[in-house]
T-cell receptor
Framework: DAGVTQSPTHLIKTRGQQVTLRCSPISGHKSVSWYQQVLGQGPQFIFQYYEKEERGRGNFPDRFSARQFPNYSSELNVNALLLGDSALYLC??????????????FGPGTRLTVL | DAKTTQPPSMDCAEGRAANLPCNHSTISGNEYVYWYRQIHSQGPQYIIHGLKNNETNEMASLIITEDRKSSTLILPHATLRDTAVYYCIVRVGTGTASKLTFGTGTRLQVTL
């Protein structure tokens, strides 16, 4: 089975622009979470979606938004990009949100550079 | 949120056991300890998790102290491919609000 896939792998944007990152979960997984990893730090939780509904949000500004589609894939949107948004954006999928279904599998990430 | 403390870096000779400690003194009774690792520029990889009993799988063993305030991840025979940043995480929340709260981890360097 294919793992979590993310696109694009790399992206360069300039300040003020908007970006959309995409994630396809493992087949059969209904939950997708997004994390931001700034260089030298651990990943920080941004959002969790389950069955197309937002189930959790981290401490990120409203410039960050996401959605989940009927096929359980997900998009992360970031508006009005700042230099500080430069990071590796990670997507993780899981079968569900509790118990043994919760284990999260991470994709390879999208590296965003804001100039 | 329960917080974890890990040494920033450790070295281990190839073929020897790597023992990575983690302190989580404020852990609550229903919170699990998870270990993930991240090889350079890749997504984190799940290793193992536990509540209060010791756990073992094909990758590693997890030893949790009786008071649950600390744990140790053991890689029994470290190889060069085990060089990575290892994160000890206390799973925050339950059900639909659950998430992983990563710290800065331990950078394990396995050498010849």
């Amino acid at each position: 089975d294919a793992g979590v896939t993310q696109s694009p792998t790399h992206l360069i944007k300039t300040r003020g622009q908007q970006v959309t990152l995409r994630c396809s979960p493992i087949s059969g997984h209904k939950s997708v979470s997004w994390y931001q990893q700034v260089l030298g730090q651990g990943p920080q939780f941004i959002f969790q979606y389950y069955e197309k509904e937002e189930r959790g949000r981290g401490n990120f500004p409203d410039r960050f938004s996401a959605r989940q589609f009927p096929n359980y894939s997900s998009e992360l949107n970031v508006n009005a990009l700042l230099l500080g948004d430069s990071a590796l954006y990670l997507c993780a999928s899981s079968r569900g949100t509790s118990g043994v279904q919760w284990e999260q599998f991470f994709g390879p990430g999208t590296r965003l550079t804001v100039l | 949120d329960a917080k974890t403390t890990q040494p920033p870096s450790m070295d281990c000779a190839e073929g020897r056991a790597a023992n990575l400690p983690c302190n989580h003194s404020t852990i609550s009774g229903n919170e699990y300890v998870y270990w993930y690792r991240q090889i350079h520029s890749q997504g984190p990889q799940y290793i193992i998790h536990g509540l209060k009993n010791n756990e073992t799988n094909e990758m590693a063993s997890l030893i949790i102290t009786e008071d649950r305030k600390s744990s140790t991840l053991i890689l029994p025979h470290a190889t060069l491919r085990d060089t990575a940043v290892y994160y000890c995480i206390v799973r925050v929340g339950t059900g639909t609000a659950s998430k992983l709260t990563f710290g800065t981890g331990t950078r394990l360097q396995v050498t010849l």
